[in-house]
DNA sequence: AATGAATGAGCCTTCATTCAT
DNA sequence: GATGAATGAAGGCTCATTCAT
């Protein structure tokens, strides 16, 4: 109730708009300057209240981190007993909508793409720690869906496939180049989370049959 | 024969160092200074060559895709006639293989990655345009291998599955914070374009039978 | 009887701290943040007590100035009657004495020799009081010692070059690259004062001699 | 003949004026916009040239060393076999005429005045091995005049002695505070010098002496 | 044709101080 | 009376670019 406390309001305003600002200029382009100016702040407020510039990133991470794990769980709030099928899809969709939240969470997804494709090596601890983490449940799920016979490796593969359709087509259906080619519709979340899941479905069935009758390679 | 213009081997060089920097560092932080100094080259030159580093940038990108696509043609060589079957498997290995060519290419790469997450705006004309061209294969062979029940949509997602797959795990093979996660072997490429085809395939298929029944969804 | 004010206990732990700050890093280098921090007390305190920092550095001065003049008065506690050479001898003793006390003097000592090498032009005043005033003692005694041919010049050279010896060799003994270069013992200080004094008795009585002779030079 | 190299031009204004700065400031509070207003240079020059301030110190630094090298030799070109008390009299006059020279040489006095009382460390090496040098003679001449009963000890206090005799009377002649307060004849260096020659003799005779009859301490 | 020298704009950060409570 | 929050000014430094040769 009331207002809140004269410096927490700054340095929330300061947390919420650098979210802004790293996600969309990246780390390394984003400038005091701007962020303090959108931020209505001098810009000395960021060394005052964060330590420096990396210290503010790392914050902006964990905080971010904290509201998206709270929000969105990577698996949909089934217990571990459902069936394997529906917590791959619960998976999908918790990405997908990871990344598609309007609010703070595709800020979250721009700054992972941007330090998975060029790292700054600030939050190489708290980012790995996550993403160790988010694999968990579909790593648990693809294990039953692909059977005794996939190795680690394989198990690791189709999470790689599955995840990658997530981000990529993520990416494809909402920035830039990708987006202007493909004149895809970007409200489709539905439509694609379903896509996502039918492909990944064959795709584990035929690799699950592939590794049967290994001989045919 | 008589020894090659001057001015062509700095030019020269500084194409190929500036190529090495700028999928190293990225177009922003890839600093005169360090392409200058790394070509045995006068901070000058990249003005004076290529009128800024915007145009150097250009000109690196346009000199990789030509040598790209020399190397590795996307449709593999096979005629357009060809089972559908065998030329998306030879458009998933040419995909890898420009990635994981140990000489110019993944250097392509590494740039146009950068431009799809973190884009300068520089190249959005030539990428697209390259993008444009680097569909038609896999597009054509999708829409024999889905049916003419798929609509132009379905075959777009299912091109960003499977682009999405080669992009995504050929990072998580490669580079930072994914690799170490997953500890896989970076040199499985044969293994791995399988494991994409196999998938893939798969994918196609349950996307093929879904659009045959589409009240199940 | 009765607790001290708090505002007092403030004000004397930062009088306390700020000298050693400004002892170890000069005027210029101490900064609020390093005197608040090491006195447990909020950035704006030095201001809110002593006005400015200028303030603060001018108290700290006549503080340490005071504590320093009751523990080793310059005469040695010897009446202006007694032998001359003790007089000297006491007053190079005071001299060291407050040069290697433990305590708080050595860092007026710090404070007097920074403002000597490198004024902050903040002490001007309160310095030259004090410096006139510590004279005194020894230019009497000098003039008694040098005898009534010596000019008030060849009195303030002898009673350079003796304090001089005070100043150097101390800053010799105890601090950096001299220290290191000369491998001396900082713990004798009983030694480096009889050495002192021995070499500027004999300085004196070659002064005298010379007066007594001025043809030769 | 002819005009200097441009570059080179620019870079002895900036040694120049920096060393006047350095001296004038010390190396804290001298600054990169006051150097290069009065070299008449743009501020990014120091970095351009000398990599960082620090550079530009070390190499104003190095610079002075070695034109007051050439200039004021510290055994007055007397040879080793000299009369060691001629040779000690050159040493106190060269030391005097390099902090009284009106041209370069009172900037590198006042740089190591400062290091020595407030050092930087970024001169540790050059400055340590600079003052090991410049001890050879005056050490040399020392142990003759003090004969063979002399410790190494006996010598160094004696060496400081004498030093700190030149530096600090140099000191109290010239600058602030001591010479207002002494009215000393700043331009009288020969008086000095003789002053100097005449009281470290004395106090020479006087310690050897001492060491003759060590009982009477 | 090519380059060493120079620069203006901008970056992150520090600091003594002031403000609001 | 005392302090956490905030700030304007200034600092060293980097960088793409331009200039003079």
Same mark, same amino acid.
């Given at each position: 109730m009331?207002?809140?406390?004269? %410096?927490?309001?700054?340095?929330?305003?300061?947390? @919420?708009?650098?979210? *802004?600002?790293?996600?969309?200029?990246g780390?390394?382009?984003?400038?005091?300057? @701007?962020?303090?100016?959108?931020?209505?702040?001098?810009?000395?407020a960021i060394?005052?209240?964060?330590?420096?510039? /990396? %210290?503010?990133?790392?914050?902006?991470? @964990?905080?971010?981190?904290?509201?998206? @794990?709270?929000?969105y769980? !990577?698996?949909?709030g089934?217990p571990?007993?459902?069936d394997?099928?529906?917590?791959?899809?619960?998976?999908?969709?918790?990405?997908?909508?990871?990344i598609?939240?309007?609010?703070?969470?595709?800020? !979250?997804?721009?700054?992972?793409?941007?330090?998975?494709?060029?790292?700054?090596?600030l939050l190489?601890?708290?980012?790995s720690r996550q993403?160790?983490?988010?694999?968990?449940?579909i790593?648990?799920? !693809?294990?039953?869906?692909l059977g005794?016979?996939? *190795?680690?490796?394989?198990?690791?593969?189709?999470?790689? *496939?599955?995840?990658?359709?997530c981000?990529?087509?993520?990416?494809?259906?909402?920035?830039?180049?990708?987006?202007?080619?493909?004149?895809?519709?970007?409200?489709?979340?539905?439509?694609?989370? /379903?896509?996502?899941?039918?492909? *990944? !479905? %064959?795709?584990?069935?035929?690799?699950?049959?592939?590794?049967?009758?290994?001989?045919?390679?």
């Amino acid at each position: 109730m009331g207002k809140p406390i004269r %410096g927490q309001a700054t340095k929330d305003k300061l947390l @919420e708009i650098a979210g *802004s600002v790293f996600a969309e200029k990246g780390y390394r382009d984003a400038t005091h300057a @701007e962020i303090c100016r959108r931020a209505h702040t001098n810009a000395a407020a960021i060394n005052y209240h964060f330590g420096s510039k /990396e %210290g503010l990133y790392r914050a902006v991470f @964990e905080r971010l981190i904290q509201k998206t @794990e709270a929000l969105y769980p !990577l698996d949909g709030g089934l217990p571990a007993t459902a069936d394997p099928e529906a917590r791959l899809r619960a998976f999908i969709q918790a990405r997908l909508n990871r990344i598609f939240d309007p609010d703070n969470h595709e800020k !979250l997804h721009r700054i992972c793409m941007l330090e998975i494709f060029d790292p700054t090596g600030l939050l190489m601890e708290p980012l790995s720690r996550q993403l160790a983490k988010d694999r968990e449940h579909i790593v648990r799920a !693809l294990r039953e869906l692909l059977g005794p016979q996939a *190795s680690p490796e394989d198990v690791t593969w189709c999470e790689m *496939s599955i995840v990658g359709q997530c981000f990529f087509t993520a990416q494809g259906i909402r920035d830039g180049v990708i987006r202007t080619l493909l004149n895809l519709n970007a409200d489709d979340v539905k439509g694609l989370t /379903e896509h996502i899941v039918a492909f *990944s !479905l %064959g795709g584990i069935a035929s690799i699950r049959e592939r590794l049967r009758r290994p001989a045919e390679t």
